[in-house]
Nanobody, 126 residues
C-alpha cells in the first residue's frame, strides 16, 4: 500500500522557517522523482519544488528561500523553507512519480505524479 505522510507544518511568523518532511512507503522511492506542491482554497495547485536522482527544480516564487532534499535510506523527502512570507500560506503536499527518468523540469507539472499525500498546513502570519 502506497503511503505519503507529510509532517512539519504549522504556524510561523513572517521571516521564520519550517522544515517539512514526507515519509514514503509502498513503492520504489529511490527511483522516483518527488515533488512538493501547495494549494490555497479557491486557487489552483501550485508547483513548489521537485527532485529526481540527480537534480532539483524550484518555482520562481520560492527560489533561493526553499530547498528540497531527499534521504533514500529513510525514504523521505524534505522541504526546508526559510524567510517565509504570508503568501507562502497553503496546504503543502508531496507527490511521487515512480520510475521517473526524465529531466527534472518534466516534473514541474502535477500531471506527471502518480501518488499524493494528504498535505500539511503551513500558515505564515504577518
Amino acid at each position: 500500500q502506497v503511503q505519503l505522510a507529510e509532517s512539519g507544518g504549522g504556524l510561523v511568523q513572517t521571516g521564520g522557517s519550517l522544515r517539512l518532511s514526507c515519509a514514503a512507503s509502498g513503492f520504489s522511492f529511490s527511483s522516483s522523482a518527488m515533488g512538493w506542491f501547495r494549494q490555497v482554497p479557491g486557487k489552483e495547485r501550485e508547483f513548489v519544488a521537485g527532485i529526481n536522482w540527480i537534480d532539483t527544480t524550484y518555482a520562481d516564487s520560492v527560489k533561493g528561500r526553499f530547498t528540497i532534499s531527499r534521504d533514500n535510506s529513510k525514504n523521505t523527502v524534505y522541504l526546508q523553507m526559510n524567510t517565509l512570507r504570508p503568501e507562502d500560506t497553503a496546504v503543502y503536499c508531496c507527490a511521487a512519480a515512480p520510475g521517473a527518468y526524465s529531466t527534472i523540469t518534466y516534473y514541474r507539472n502535477s500531471d506527471k505524479y502518480t501518488y499524493w499525500g494528504q498535505g500539511t498546513q503551513v500558515t505564515v502570519s504577518s
